[in-house]
């Protein structure tokens, strides 16, 4: 079975620092697409990021990026300057094998002042 | 363009009651999910429709959950009778294909069973 892991339940950064929120996953297939999804406490699941994983090249939206290592099967996202509004819970996700998506466990991200 | 709708927001129920949530998708999204997710936890996904058509539904509990997606528009998913155990956000999603398309999640519907 695919399988998602988020080793690290909580997470703090200073205002405007960097952070890297962890994830590893499990699959058998060869072409297959990655996610970064943020859930603010307004509940509303939004996409931060996604990675095809046949393109070597990471993903980059303005302040995040991921680190994609596909023989480690390891997918972590960092995220520059970190804002207060970047304060959520961060999943990451892949797609299972039958086509339902497979979330990890979630990291909380606080943001310090 | 709009995105997922929800409804209702909030329900609070007796244990032994019924429930119904509804979603609306965004418009010409073919694929429809719902997903359970309780506190502290990812989502987990209960049933995924194909326009009107189920996909898979193996972690649904049949027993007292059931869904539709009437007309391959609108959805709703149902719980009788509930269980304390039933406590949680149920997230619905859309997208235009499965597996390639990014997902779109609605607000979520938050359930309490007393």
């Known amino acids: 079975a695919q399988t998602v892991t988020q080793s690290q339940p909580e997470m703090s950064v200073q205002e405007a620092e960097t952070v890297t929120l962890s994830c590893t996953y499990d699959?058998?297939?060869?072409?297959?697409?990655l996610f970064w999804y943020k859930q603010p406490p307004s509940r509303q699941m939004i996409l931060v990021i996604r990675q095809e994983a046949y393109k070597q090249q990471n993903a980059t939206e303005n302040r995040f990026s991921v680190n994609f290592q596909k023989a480690a099967k390891s997918f972590s996202l960092k995220i520059s300057d970190s804002q207060l509004g970047d304060a959520a819970m961060y999943f990451c996700?892949?797609?299972?094998?039958?086509?339902?998506?497979?979330f990890g466990a979630g990291t909380r991200l606080t943001v310090k002042p | 363009e709009a995105g997922v709708a929800q409804s209702p927001r909030y329900k609070i129920i007796e244990k032994r009651q019924s429930v119904a949530f509804w979603c609306n998708p965004i418009?010409?999204?073919?694929?429809l999910y719902w997903y359970q997710q309780i506190l502290g936890q990812g989502p987990k996904l209960l049933i995924q429709f194909q326009n009107n058509g189920v996909v898979d539904d193996s972690q649904l509990p049949k027993d007292r959950f059931s869904a539709e997606r009437l007309k391959g528009v609108d959805s709703t998913l149902k719980i009788q009778p509930a269980k304390l155990e039933d406590s949680a956000v149920y997230l619905c999603a859309s997208s235009l294909v499965p597996r390639v398309e990014t997902q779109y999640f609605g607000p979520g519907t938050r359930l309490l069973v007393l």
């Open positions: 699959t058998s297939e060869s072409d297959y697409y």
């Open positions: 996700a892949s797609w299972g094998p039958y086509n339902d998506m497979r």
């Open positions: 418009s010409g999204h073919a694929t």
